[in-house]
């Protein structure tokens, strides 16, 4: 029998996953739409715009606003500025202290895999107390892929201490872009309801869900034990 003692590694997606970051993002947008003498978008569009990294937002916001696709550069640039310190807005979802906590002292090995660039995912990270208890953190900026490339969620894994040929961790997060990710890399996935999904629940794969962090020790303990 092939017994493995080691924990299998946790990664975490961030916005919309452990963070409700839309609306400094959505602050962020409207700032940088002002300063261009176009109307602001709400704070439902932005937050449907969000999942796919900066350059992804910024091409929805374009077409969103009519904003010609040649500023996309200058634009992103000027959002950058203002988003590197976001955090005033942003609230960590309930529980999610308690539950990296409750992981971490089991001796889960946590990582984050965003989309969200490195600068301002440190900030966040920073911000909330929360930086140590990750061991690697993968940005939208880290490689030269993102997700659904499974690369970055490989890359979290094997800094973890997984084998990056047949990686043997978790994923946790809450969009398309991380069930399609999760299943590139053949992982099994955990979906956060209460983030930036647009499509319903019963249509993306997923090993399981849930609407609130407290459930996710239980949920982790479950698939482990597969
Ligand atoms: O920055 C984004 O668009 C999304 O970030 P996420 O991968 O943490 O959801
Ligand atoms: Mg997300």
Partial sequence: MNVCFAPRPVVFDLDGTLIDSAPDIHACVNTVLRMNGTRPLTLDQVRSFIGGGVDLLWRRVIAATGLPVEAHRDLVASFMTRYHQATALT???????????????????????????????????????????????????????????PAPLRAAFAALGADPAAPRGIFVGDSEFDVETARNLGVPMLLFLRGYRKTAPEDLLHRASFDDFAQLPLLVEEVAAI
Avoid: M
Avoid at 110 to 122: E, M
């Fill in 91 to 149: 609230r960590l979802y309930p529980h999610v202290l308690e539950t990296l906590g409750i992981l971490s002292d089991r001796g889960y090995p946590l990582g984050i895999c965003t989309n969200k660039p490195l600068g301002p995912t440190h900030t966040v990270l920073e911000h909330f107390g929360i930086g140590q208890l990750f061991g690697t953190v993968i940005g939208g900026d880290s490689l030269p892929q993102k997700k659904p490339d």
